[in-house]
């Protein structure tokens, strides 16, 4: 079966401890490089010999070598810089918020960005090595208008064919590295359900109603001309930083634009009453394209209490009253650390999770 799996995951893993005690080790300047990269393909190696003992075809490398799952790679654009967020604000209680990124300069990307990471996890793995990288609207959601150099881009469609350019770059250096199985992390369109996000993107000077079309334009520019090998998804959820969330509301605004995009399936959270209900599963079915298909991320990342089988399938069984069966597969919703921090639950919660999700794509799907 091609990618996505029937029993498949969004990325991110938890950090062992001496992961996390070596990077910080590094950031105080008392570990030099070379041995943080040692220790981080320690545990990469010992990542994936784990993924693949539970089952997964789809193996990654947790994101290990990251501190954010979309500025780490979004701060390598050229043009693009760090700054602190004014948007809107995680629940989690006293936590700090993530930085944004800013458009000082023309985008480009004049060096591969993490197409060495990529090489590594696939020379370590004998499964299917699955890349995860921001989607290229996470240049705009956060920040909007106001955080894209009027100067560098007095007009957006200029801007906006840049980052497509830069995208296809750096698709192309993970492509020569041999991947074949990529993600696109999208926070955008989920995010865009919820009405105090819509606000947040009226004070940046941007309208809510045009953006999920915005954005399903820029992922198809930027996957313009991809070779046909190379299997891409999108991922989108509604916050995942420390367990937390940010946005709540269904699909329905958003179906359309997100199920125009040119990929080949779409990870989609459904842990919770946050996202709807399964009813915006009919677009993609009535849309005549029988070759997408949807990820159903049932299993929660967010706490460590394990979902029963019986309960993950009859969800199942409720999801394929909208898209027919055969067109859809299991994850968790999101990762387990799309930061470093880590979300609220043990590494063995994490694993008996994954466990769980290939036990009944087993039993659901054979």
């Given at each position: 079966?091609?990618?996505?799996?029937?029993?498949?995951?969004?990325?991110?893993?938890?950090?062992?401890?001496?992961?996390?005690?070596?990077?910080?080790?590094?950031?105080?300047?008392q570990l030099a490089a070379g041995e943080l990269a040692a220790i981080e393909d320690r545990a990469v190696r010992d990542a994936v010999r784990r993924q693949q003992d539970i089952g997964l075809q789809g193996i990654t490398d947790g994101e290990f070598r990251r501190d954010w799952w979309h500025l780490d790679f979004l701060s390598r654009l050229d043009g693009v810089v760090l700054q602190e967020n004014p948007g809107a604000k995680f629940n989690a209680?006293?936590?700090?918020?993530?930085?944004?990124?800013?458009?000082?300069?023309?985008?480009?990307?004049?060096?591969?960005?993490?197409?060495?990471?990529?090489?590594?996890?696939?020379?370590?793995?004998?499964?299917?090595?699955?890349?995860?990288?921001?989607?290229?609207?996470?240049?705009?959601?956060?920040?909007?208008?106001?955080?894209?150099?009027?100067?560098?881009?007095p007009d957006l469609a200029e801007f906006w064919a840049d980052v497509a350019a830069a995208y296809r770059a750096a698709i192309g250096h993970l492509y020569d590295a041999g991947c074949r199985y990529l993600q696109l992390d999208d926070i955008t369109f989920a995010y865009l359900c919820d009405a105090k996000i819509q606000a947040n993107c009226r004070a940046n000077g941007d309208d809510p109603a045009l953006l999920p079309r915005t954005y399903a334009d820029?992922?198809?520019?930027?996957?313009?001309?991809?070779?046909?090998?190379?299997?891409?998804?999108?991922?989108?959820?509604?916050?995942?930083?420390?367990s937390a969330w940010v946005a709540q509301g269904g699909y329905e605004p958003v179906v359309e634009a997100m199920f125009s995009t040119r990929v080949d399936g779409y990870f989609m959270e459904f842990d919770s009453e946050r996202a709807g209900g399964f009813e915006p599963l009919h677009v993609l079915h009535d849309s005549g394209d029988k070759g997408k298909k949807v990820v159903l991320g049932l299993v929660t990342t967010k706490v460590g209490a394990l979902e029963s089988r019986d309960a993950l399938k009859r969800r199942i069984d409720e999801a394929a009253k909208a898209l027919p069966l055969e067109r859809l597969c299991l994850s968790p919703q999101c990762g387990f650390s799309s930061t470093h921090h880590g979300n609220a639950l043990s590494a063995d919660d994490q694993w008996r999770k994954l466990e769980r999700v290939v036990e009944v794509a087993h039993e659901v799907w054979g």
């Open positions: 079966m091609n990618a996505p799996f029937r029993a498949d995951q969004v990325g991110s893993l938890l950090r062992p401890a001496d992961l996390a005690q070596a990077r910080r080790r590094f950031k105080a300047g209680e006293g936590s700090e918020q993530p930085p944004i990124a800013a458009v000082t300069g023309k985008v480009a990307c004049s060096k591969p960005i993490m197409a060495s990471d990529f090489a590594f996890l696939k020379s370590v793995t004998t499964g299917t090595p699955k890349m995860t990288i921001p989607s290229p609207s996470m240049l705009h959601l956060r920040g909007g208008r106001a955080a894209i150099s009027q100067q560098a881009y820029a992922i198809n520019a930027a996957l313009a001309g991809k070779p046909d090998d190379l299997r891409v998804t999108i991922h989108t959820c509604r916050g995942n930083f420390k």
